[in-house]
């Protein structure tokens, strides 16, 4: 069997590469069908309120529209058409009561996407008012109860205890306990206690949300496809069955490419509105969603972290205490796992004996929140970075001492008792202070500009246990196609793991097709999310391209060829007398996992650790306090980079993300209802206010890792809130506990430091 050059390790172009600089890529807002109708939805204009009278007389009027349907309509087709991956909380269109302005209470069907949304505009409601609660703390007592009952999905096996709990706005309350806090802050030298807030953001990925559905058949005897811009087609297959009452094989999820999703298209998000209206109609139906309705479908949560710590003279930090509230909004999503798997590590990649966490998730008025890149740990880290460096300026210490004193080493036991394997905490600390000079002389500024800089550092557990599988066919001419269910949205996923299989089977990376999630034909896979691909994907995939060429060798063995030498063509020549015939192999992996016990304690909570920190250098004019991040500096830990271009877009991507939900980028509402909800007045980064980017992927090893390998997609967003605040205080002394970082907010705190605090608004 011919051989290439090796494959992982290299900076291949991107296969899609040309398909998407000529236009030629495919994605569902592109797609037509015969005989398609448009959906348009008609939403609550009230954050919290039952349904007293809704009028849909004149929008069914209307010349050219095909149906208008409400929630009754929906019940006629499923009974209980209530979707959620830890709850069914979600109705496909409101039933009965609304409880977020922007939520769907009617759909409008026409062959004309103008006919449709001028007659969503006919439609009229009254509602009886119902009192609303928007704030994360507040939920936790509030009388305002977003649901009466809790419905867990029976998704999640450490959710199912909350079964028809009632009165209660807690939809998850993960706790964790290592040590004594109490007798631990009882003898620290020094207690320091903080507390912080983060803004409710958007995925806002340049492609929005947009699904067509196909039916076929009757609901008997049919069938239904889907083809979505979602994440987790192997997810949705699976839930838009279970709401029709059929197998899985009666539903089909195609998944061309995303024009990005950073966690926003995970689950089912437009695919069971869509679903309904196509088996309504007994028509293709089309549900795409415009720039300002992404608002309204899933946002990022809002959460407030309280945290406190017990410290020695010299800052060895021996207790931390945690609480942190997130405000899911009306419906859960993956709210709760978000809490627990995210909440876990809040006292930070620290090594303290002493640690206790609460963490909650919470129902709230507000458009419903789920996983966003990251999923909850930039929130995580600018709490307890920002808290560290304040112990750290308190106690005359200087930043990077304080953490190098503190962090976890090789094989020392997290929070949760796991203890760290392959993280490499230390080295990507060493090295971005190398590369930031850190120990170096710093021009301070002079006259009005005063600059700054600050560091910040912190680490994710991979989620568990998640199942990938795959499937390689090697043709006989010696090409090749890789099966899997990965989607491609923008990380480069279709390229790294056609150069896994060209790596384990030797086949040119040219030869190698990446057949796109279509889950009739692609085996299952979890979901895109989570940066688990590489890791999880990438096993299964090494797996299968191994099974494939081992029945290679053994078939050249059996017609007396050496496969080593032989042309792959020759040897089914050999064996089928003409080209004909295929090698299949597969491969799965689902890692090892422990459930945490009451405490929150286990050996082994994570297959990985994701490792990422950043150094910010920053100007500040002490007579605005506007101020501009000059310089950031970027590390990550992926262990070994199966393609280190992509690694290095990934870095920046991620970065340049989180600088947006860092500085300006933040949902405005009035009574529960978004008033910027454009990109004329939501404000993500432009090219002119990218600072000076420096990205390095440190040189490590995943040991349990196909090649050494681990994810990369959300290392890059840990540390960018954190260190820009703390260069921020470096420069000017002020120190700022709530996110979007704003020009006002620092003056606001010159003003208080010089004695002249400025009145609120």
């Known amino acids: 069997m011919a051989t290439s050059t090796a494959a992982v390790g290299r900076s291949i172009p991107r296969l899609e590469a040309h398909a998407k600089v000529t236009g030629r890529a495919e994605y569902v807002h592109n797609l037509r069908v015969p005989g398609m109708l448009i959906a348009k939805v008609f939403r609550a204009?009230?954050?919290?309120?039952?349904?007293?009278?809704?009028?849909?007389?004149?929008?069914?009027?209307?010349p050219g529209v095909f149906a208008v349907y409400t929630g009754e309509d929906i019940r006629k087709l499923i009974a209980e058409p209530y979707y959620g991956p830890a709850f069914h909380d979600q109705p496909i269109l409101a039933i009965g009561k609304v409880r977020y302005a922007g939520e769907p209470v009617a759909v409008v069907l026409a062959a004309d996407a103008h006919v449709a949304e001028n007659a969503a505009a006919l439609i009229t409601a009254e509602y009886d008012a119902l009192p609303p609660v928007y704030d994360e703390v507040g939920a936790m007592t509030s009388r305002a109860v977003v649901h009466d009952t809790l419905k867990p999905a029976g998704t999640f096996a450490d959710l199912k205890y909350l079964k028809d709990k009632r009165d209660t706005n807690i939809a998850l309350d993960f706790h964790l306990r290592r040590g004594d806090v109490t007798k631990a802050f009882a003898a620290a030298d020094h207690v320091f206690e903080h507390t912080f807030?983060?803004?409710?953001?958007?995925?806002?990925?340049?492609?929005?949300?947009?699904?067509?559905?196909?039916?076929?058949?009757?609901?008997?005897?049919?069938?239904?496809?889907?083809?979505?811009?979602?994440?987790?087609?192997?997810?949705?297959?699976a839930e838009i069955a279970r709401l029709l009452g059929w197998p899985d094989n009666k539903v089909r999820v195609k998944v061309p490419y995303l024009g990005g999703g950073f966690g926003a298209k995970v689950y089912v998000k437009a695919e069971a509105l869509a679903a309904a209206c196509a088996m309504l109609a007994r028509r293709p139906v089309k549900y795409a969603l415009t720039m300002e309705e992404q608002f309204y479908m899933i946002t990022k949560h809002a959460t407030t972290l309280?945290?406190?710590s017990g410290v020695t003279k010299d800052g060895k930090i021996t207790a931390r205490e945690c609480e942190v509230w997130w405000n899911g909004g009306?419906?859960?999503?993956?709210?709760?796992?978000?809490?627990?798997?995210?909440?876990?590590?809040?006292?930070?990649?620290?090594?303290?004996?002493?640690?206790?966490?609460?963490?909650?998730?919470?129902?709230?008025?507000?458009p419903p929140a789920g996983a966003l890149r990251g999923s909850g740990i930039p929130r995580l880290v600018w709490a307890y970075e920002s808290h560290t460096d304040m112990i750290a300026r308190e106690l005359k210490i200087d930043p990077l001492a304080i953490r190098r004193k503190n962090l976890?080493?090789?094989?020392?036991?997290?929070?949760?008792?796991?203890?760290?394997?392959?993280?490499?905490?230390?080295?990507?600390?060493?090295?971005?202070?190398?590369?930031?000079?850190?120990?170096?002389?710093?021009?301070?500024?002079?006259g009005a500009i005063k600059r700054g800089r600050g560091l910040a550092i912190g680490f994710k557990a991979s989620i568990s246990p998640t199942t990938s599988m795959a499937i390689v066919n090697i043709s006989a001419d010696g090409s090749c196609a890789l099966y899997s269910s990965t989607v491609d949205m923008g990380q480069g996923s279709d390229t790294a793991m056609a150069q896994m299989v060209s790596e384990v089977t030797g086949i040119a990376l040219e030869k190698i097709t990446v057949v796109h999630p279509d889950t009739d034909v692609t085996p299952y896979d979890m979901a895109t999310l989570g940066s688990r691909s590489t890791y999880h994907m990438g096993h299964a995939v090494?797996?299968?391209?191994?099974?494939?060429?081992?029945?290679?060798?053994a078939l050249a063995r059996d017609v007396g060829l050496s496969a080593e030498t032989t042309p792959i063509p020759d040897i089914f020549r050999k064996k089928y007398g003409m080209l004909a015939g295929n090698i299949v192999g597969v491969g799965s992996f689902i890692p090892p996992y422990t459930p945490p016990d009451a405490n929150g304690q286990t050996e082994n909570a994570t297959p990985f650790w994701m490792i990422g920190a950043t150094g910010a250098e920053v100007e500040v004019d002490t007579e605005t306090g506007e101020f501009k991040v000059t310089r950031l500096v970027n590390l990550v830990d992926v262990g070994k980079s199966i393609n280190p271009s992509i690694v290095e877009t990934q870095i920046s991507g991620a970065t340049v993300m989180q600088l947006g939900f860092t500085l300006t980028e933040q949902m405005n509402f009035d009574a529960g209802q978004v008033t910027n909800a454009s990109l004329a007045d939501y404000k993500i980064p432009g090219i002119r206010d990218i600072p000076l980017m420096e990205n390095e992927a440190v040189d490590a090893n995943q040991r349990s890792g196909p090649f050494g390998a681990k994810g990369v997609g959300e290392s890059g967003t840990f540390?960018?809130?954190?260190?820009?605040?703390?260069?921020?205080?470096?420069?000017?002394?002020?120190?700022?506990?709530?996110?979007?970082?704003?020009?006002?907010?620092v003056f606001r705190g010159l003003c208080k430091k010089a004695g002249k605090p400025l009145k609120d608004h």
């Open 45 to 62: 204009t009230v954050a919290h309120g039952r349904i007293r009278t809704l009028d849909v007389s004149a929008a069914r009027a209307l």
């Open 197 to 237: 807030r983060t803004q409710q953001v958007l995925h806002l990925p340049l492609e929005p949300f947009a699904c067509v559905a196909e039916p076929a058949g009757d609901k008997t005897s049919g069938s239904l496809t889907l083809h979505s811009s979602t994440q987790s087609p192997s997810f949705v297959r």
């Open 306 to 308: 309280r945290i406190k």
């Open 330 to 366: 009306a419906y859960a999503d993956i709210g709760p796992r978000v809490t627990q798997k995210s909440g876990f590590t809040a006292a930070g990649p620290y090594d303290i004996d002493n640690v206790h966490i609460d963490s909650y998730a919470l129902y709230t008025n507000l």
């Open 408 to 446: 976890l080493r090789e094989g020392r036991p997290q929070a949760t008792g796991t203890p760290m394997r392959d993280a490499a905490l230390d080295l990507v600390l060493e090295r971005l202070a190398a590369r930031m000079a850190w120990e170096k002389g710093f021009d301070r500024g002079s």
């Open 542 to 553: 090494k797996n299968a391209a191994e099974d494939a060429r081992d029945k290679l060798l």
């Open 719 to 745: 540390g960018v809130s954190p260190a820009i605040a703390n260069a921020i205080d470096d420069a000017v002394g002020v120190r700022l506990t709530s996110l979007p970082l704003t020009a006002e907010a």
